[in-house]
T-cell receptor, first 114, second 117 residues
């Protein structure tokens, strides 16, 4: 099993450009999450999807949109990138509802907005 | 809202020695989980250990153990027989299990641990 995969690994954008970060998991998990990590900070939740067909805002949703394409895939879109969105983005998944609520993380996408 | 505080931005330990990383949290919830994640230079987030709040027994995973003090809202991580591969950022995280924002992780700012040969 690959676990949680993310593409791309690294991306450079100019201010105002758009892009979509892709995430997929092969663990048959119901819940998926997008976090961002800034220097000197822990991870902060952007959006999450508790199950296929549902999405909800997290702590820092402004400037982002998400799509839960199917049970495996959860994408994060930046419609008009800003330098403040320079960060490392992590996708995670978990089997919500069972005793084990552990979230498993992808390798991250490093995004630089110029 | 929950907050997680890691008061030690950086720590170092000699190889084979023991080190303890501190974490405190603030919540009014009674049912929750606590986690320690490790982030090595590769940036991959790796689960180290998990503690359910309803369990009085402290969790252990090989060389890693926690000291969970529910009344004090403290959740420290002890690493025994430290190895060079333990060099990483360590994040403490909180997860509530009911109500708005449930199943979301709230992270501390991390402690950078360096293991010295």
């Amino acid at each position: 099993n690959a676990g949680v995969t993310q593409t791309p690994k690294f991306q450079v954008l100019k201010t105002g450009q758009s892009m979509t970060l892709q995430c997929a998991q092969d663990m048959n998990h119901n819940s998926m999450y997008w976090y961002r990590q800034d220097p000197g900070m822990g991870l902060r939740l952007i959006y999450y999807s508790a199950s296929e067909g549902t999405t909800d805002k997290g702590e820092v949703p402004n400037g982002y949109n998400v799509s839960r394409l199917n049970k495996r895939e959860f994408s994060l879109r930046l419609e008009s990138a800003a330098p403040s969105q320079t960060s490392v983005y992590f996708c995670a998944s978990s089997e919500t509802g069972l005793e084990s609520e552990t979230q498993y993380f992808g390798p991250g996408t490093r995004l630089l907005v110029l | 809202a929950q907050t997680v505080t890691q008061s030690q931005p950086e720590m170092s330990v000699q190889e084979a020695e023991t080190v303890t990383l501190s974490c405190t949290y603030d919540t009014s919830e009674s049912n929750y989980y606590l986690f320690w994640y490790k982030q090595p230079p590769s940036r991959q987030m790796i689960l180290v250990i998990r503690q359910e709040a309803y369990k009085q027994q402290n969790a252990t995973e090989n060389r890693f153990s926690v000291n969970f003090q529910k009344a004090a809202k403290s959740f420290s991580l002890k690493i025994s027989d430290s190895q060079l591969g333990d060099t990483a950022m360590y994040f403490c995280a909180f997860m509530k299990l009911s109500g708005a924002g449930s199943y979301q992780l709230t992270f501390g700012k991390g402690t950078k641990l360096s293991v010295i040969p």
